[in-house]
């Protein structure tokens, strides 16, 4: 939950500056050491994300969604527990 409020105040930040660069973020999948490998991220519009693993550059992955003009949280499933990089560039009103 903390997760989700700290990335959605920044992103509202990033929406006001209306930032067309990737919005770069460090998570780590276990903080409440319950084993997670997913977070959760509040988008608005369209985007493309990739994800890399810290400490192991060889798991990554990408994905994308969201629409035009519509407020939805994205689910990230990542291939292991651990700390991962997560890019996330606009296409449309993000």
Same mark, same amino acid.
């Given at each position: 939950? !903390?997760?989700? $409020?700290?990335?959605?105040?920044?992103? =509202?930040? %990033? $929406?006001?500056? !209306? %930032? #067309?660069?990737? =919005?770069?973020?460090?998570?780590? *999948?276990? $903080?409440?050491?319950? +084993?997670?490998?997913? $977070?959760? =991220?509040?988008?608005?519009?369209?985007?493309?994300? *990739?994800?890399? !693993?810290?400490?192991? %550059?060889? /798991?990554?992955?990408?994905?994308? +969604?969201?629409?035009?003009?519509?407020? *939805?949280?994205?689910? =990230? *499933?990542?291939?292991?527990? +651990? #700390?991962? /990089?997560? !890019?996330?560039?606009? /296409? %449309?009103?993000?």
């Amino acid at each position: 939950m !903390k997760k989700t $409020i700290l990335f959605g105040l920044l992103l =509202i930040f %990033a $929406i006001l500056l !209306k %930032a #067309e660069s990737p =919005i770069i973020t460090k998570w780590n *999948t276990n $903080i409440n050491n319950d +084993g997670s490998t997913q $977070i959760m =991220i509040p988008v608005f519009g369209s985007y493309n994300y *990739t994800y890399t !693993k810290v400490g192991d %550059a060889s /798991i990554m992955g990408n994905g994308n +969604g969201g629409s035009l003009g519509t407020f *939805t949280s994205k689910i =990230i *499933t990542f291939p292991s527990v +651990g #700390e991962y /990089i997560v !890019k996330i560039s606009p /296409i %449309a009103m993000f």
